[in-house]
């Protein structure tokens, strides 16, 4: 018996030297996929302008490789989704993790959720007048996938490809998280390996965005709650400063903004009573200590993105970098697969 425990143990340490072998022979295959196929990468010094849109046919699948805009979209989620309908039942029922205050960097945890309500209890935080909280969660288009009907879908699905946008895909391959914030709060510099269709239906945002390679490595950070994305170890006072070249725009009430996988990304909100660069496109400073004006006359900034899978974007025309960064960020994209890390 003893010779046969014995004979066990050396068997499964063999086993285990062959499976690292393998392990380590793949790390070469690995890099030459990084590598091989380099796409000619835009300048960081001189970004080129992002392009805008009167409606979604205008888009060409080129126009899928860079951010762009479409601007003044009609829709019934632009009349109808407001905080007293996301109050009312069976949606201000849902249990949602938030965050407390939208203010917070992210070393003290500023894109971590850190409390709990019921989603009624939250749209009445978020009416009050100098409101610091945030909402950010996909769980309500999970329990009612049917209300991604009110945005212009078929538009959608013609431009950026009708299989991403199924809505038994919601909760795999397609999330669709609403966001809430009062003037004041954002969410800080980071990247996720998905694209983004951003609706704005009330208030305005103003988004900072970076190409995948034009953030030096030594800024990236992997996120302290384990969630499929990255973040920048840059404070939020010194991101503009710190790059050489940034585009800054500003999203108003029916306008819809592509950001491509692994596009940087920050996003600052604004109320519908706040005042905006007189140009959506136009340069702006980006600062947590920005005197804004909190009067909310007009209510907060509302939004849905459309957070979809593009393999052949991610693995095929967008450059080494979205695909270091999928590598870096595997584990992670399996927790939230199989729903164990969801926000």
Not at 230 to 255: E, I, K, Y
Request: hydrophobic residues 40%; proline residues 7%; charged residues 20%.
């Amino acid at each position: 018996g003893q010779y046969k425990r014995k004979n066990l143990s050396f068997t499964k340490k063999m086993s285990f030297k062959k499976k690292r072998r393998r392990y380590i022979a793949i790390i070469p295959l690995f890099v030459l996929w990084i590598v091989i196929s380099r796409s000619k990468l835009e300048n960081c010094n001189h970004l080129d302008s992002i392009r805008e849109f009167q409606s979604f046919e205008e888009i060409t699948p080129k126009d899928l490789l860079r951010p762009f805009v479409v601007r003044s979209i009609n829709s019934s989620a632009l009349l109808n989704w407001n905080l007293q309908w996301l109050a009312e039942s069976p949606r201000g029922d849902l249990l949602i993790d938030y965050f407390s205050d939208a203010r917070k960097t992210p070393e003290r945890g500023g894109l971590v959720p850190d409390a709990k309500k019921k989603l009624k209890v939250i749209a009445h935080e978020l009416s009050q007048k100098n409101s610091t909280v945030k909402l950010a969660t996909e769980k309500i288009i999970r329990k009612f996938p049917h209300l991604l009907l009110d945005l212009p879908l078929d538009s959608i699905r013609r431009a950026l490809g009708a299989a991403h946008f199924q809505l038994h895909k919601v909760g795999y391959t397609l999330t669709a998280p609403i966001f809430i914030g009062n003037a004041g709060g954002r969410t800080d510099l980071h990247a996720e390996p998905i694209a983004n269709l951003a609706f704005q239906l009330q208030g305005a945002k103003r988004w900072l965005l970076i190409p995948p390679h034009c953030l030096p490595f030594h800024h990236i950070m992997l996120p302290v709650d384990g969630r499929a994305y990255l973040a920048s170890r840059l404070h939020p006072d010194a991101v503009v400063s710190t790059l050489p070249s940034t585009h800054s725009l500003t999203l108003f009430s029916g306008d819809a903004l592509f950001v491509p996988t692994f596009y940087w990304h920050r996003v600052d909100y604004y109320n519908n009573d706040t005042a905006f660069p007189s140009s959506p496109t136009a340069n702006v400073s980006f600062s947590s200590h920005d005197e804004i004006d909190h009067q909310d006359r007009g209510g907060p900034a509302i939004g849905i993105s459309l957070f979809h899978f593009r393999p052949r974007q991610l693995f095929f025309s967008s450059g080494p970098y979205p695909r270091a960064f999928f590598l870096l960020l595997l584990p992670n994209i399996l927790k939230e697969v199989i729903g164990w890390k969801t926000q």
